[in-house]
């Protein structure tokens, strides 16, 4: 669970993914969220639409549809 705002690029790094491809999944959901740094009850919205993300697998890329 998340516990302080990240950056963009940290969620994506946690997915695997890079933050441009982070922005795609969000606009695909049709998640929009505020500018700067991303808060915990945004986080917990990504967590939740795509799963939390695996810890060892970190550095995998990984498709929305694989996270769901």
């Known amino acids: 669970m998340a516990k302080r705002a ?3 690029l940290e969620i994506a790094a946690e997915y695997g993914i890079s933050a ?3 922005s795609r999944w969000l606009k695909n ?3 929009q969220i505020s500018n700067g740094l ?4 945004e986080q917990e919205l990504i967590y939740k639409v795509f799963g939390e993300p695996d810890k060892n697998n970190q550095n995998d890329s990984k498709s929305p549809s694989e996270l769901n």
């Open 20 to 22: 441009r491809t982070l």
């Open 29 to 31: 959901k049709k998640i």
């Open 6 to 8: 990240k950056s963009r």
């Open 38 to 41: 991303v808060t915990v009850k």
